[in-house]
């Protein structure tokens, strides 16, 4: 048994099969994927890589699951491996890609029996008799046992919000994980939270609506990851990237290929390497635009034409950013009382208030090169009819 030192759990336990899976390539190649992106360009600190990430949750998982007597040896062995696994189909720079990588190719980051099935995973899984079928299962939470990984409350949540904290340095990740584990239990086939659990669950709700504001809805994060996205769209359509291979990549291999990219692909990353990104032209709520907005998610493109047009300016020069409705699955987690089931809203009437504020961190964003702003925030106000109530933003506030 080897240890590694890990500066969010300290001592990690490696046993032969953890090490045998983290020596493959697959494996490997997470050590130069970065977990956040490119918020960096936000908190110089955080450049902690999907690598150290499996690490953690597969040590989480394996403190919850030497509490829970209903899984045998051969599923804990299962688990194990899956938790150490459960990020190996994320693209360069994690999130960042995952839509396009989806749009072309029809995978999730979780959609990993193909990687699982083939070369030094395979073999390493074979020598030790696990289905990678049951592994890519497990990681989807398909299982009953995959609920550890994924599910309302989960090990990976758990380690991603206390991991992103510390290598940010923002002081809103305090999650009483261990006090959650020691409350979590099978019941009736699903992971559920004792009441004894209830403040630790509150804790880590609470921690995820203020990493959401200060650092997943970053507006420099957002504007960063939509000329990442842009610049690979170009390449692809230009058939400079294979997207079959994109997923394949790690960041080292996207910044060398955008930096060999032509055109817009090309300045976009030298945008990038140099931080001189684009601005808000337009930043506005659910408040002010109305959840009609999401009808044009589909259709991003020719929106952004259209509002080029309208300020007349290059269709390049204008980036439309319509996020997913926000939503916090956690607030459905099970709590175990005495006599009933609640879900986690139900229980907790902090948490209920807590899930209407979350709303208030959804953002319309239309971003563009700093001399056009004016007129791009302009066409975006007509083009979405938001209403005259929002904060206008001008150039000396960006």
Not at 129 to 141: D, T
Not at 260 to 277: F, I, K, N, Q, V
Request: hydrophobic letters at 40%; glycine letters at 8%.
């Amino acid at each position: 048994m080897k240890v590694v030192l890990d500066p969010v759990h300290g001592y990690i336990e490696l046993d032969e099969i953890v090490q045998e899976i983290l020596a493959t390539p697959q494996l490997q190649r997470l050590r130069r994927v970065r977990q956040l992106g490119f918020s960096n360009l936000v908190y110089p600190g955080a450049n902690h890589t999907r690598f150290e990430h499996s690490l953690g949750v597969m040590h989480l998982a394996s403190m919850l699951i030497k509490n829970l007597d209903s899984i045998d040896g051969e599923k804990k062995t299962e688990l194990k491996a899956a938790s150490l696994l459960h990020d190996v189909g994320h693209g360069p720079f994690s999130h960042v890609t995952e839509n396009i990588i989806d749009k072309y190719t029809r995978r999730r980051h979780d959609d990993v029996r193909e990687i699982l099935g083939k070369g030094e995973l395979k073999e390493v899984l074979e020598k030790y008799g696990i289905s990678p079928g049951n592994l890519a299962k497990h990681i989807k939470g398909e299982t009953s046992i995959g609920q550890i990984l994924s599910s309302e409350i989960d090990v990976d949540r758990m380690d991603y919000l206390v991991r992103d904290a510390h290598y940010t340095g923002v002081a809103f990740g305090v999650v009483d994980y261990n006090r959650l584990i020691n409350q979590m239990q099978f019941y009736e086939d699903r992971l559920v939270v004792g009441q004894g659990g209830l403040k630790a669950a509150e804790s880590l709700l609470v921690s995820r609506f203020w990493m959401n504001t200060s650092v997943y809805y970053h507006h420099v994060g957002r504007i960063s990851e939509a000329m990442c996205s842009k610049a690979v769209e170009y390449m692809i359509e230009n058939g400079e990237l294979d997207p079959s291979k994109l997923r394949q990549m790690d960041d080292i291999d996207l910044v060398a290929a955008m930096r060999r990219a032509s055109g817009h692909g090309e300045e976009l990353s030298r945008r990038l390497d140099t931080r001189r990104l684009y601005k808000r032209a337009l930043y506005a709520g659910l408040d002010a635009v109305g959840k009609g907005v999401l009808k044009h998610r589909g259709k991003v493109q020719r929106v952004e034409t259209e509002i080029a047009e309208l300020a007349g300016v290059d269709p390049k020069d204008v980036l439309v950013d319509i996020p997913k409705m926000p939503e916090m699955s956690e607030m459905r987690a099970l709590i175990k009382t005495d006599h009933r089931m609640i879900h986690l809203n139900e229980a907790s009437h902090f948490v209920s208030i807590l899930e209407e504020a979350h709303m208030d961190n959804w953002r319309l964003g239309v971003y563009s090169p700093k001399e056009h702003c004016e007129a791009v925030g302009k066409a975006a106000r007509d083009f979405f009819d938001v209403k005259k109530t929002i904060k206008q933003f001008k150039l000396s506030d960006l």
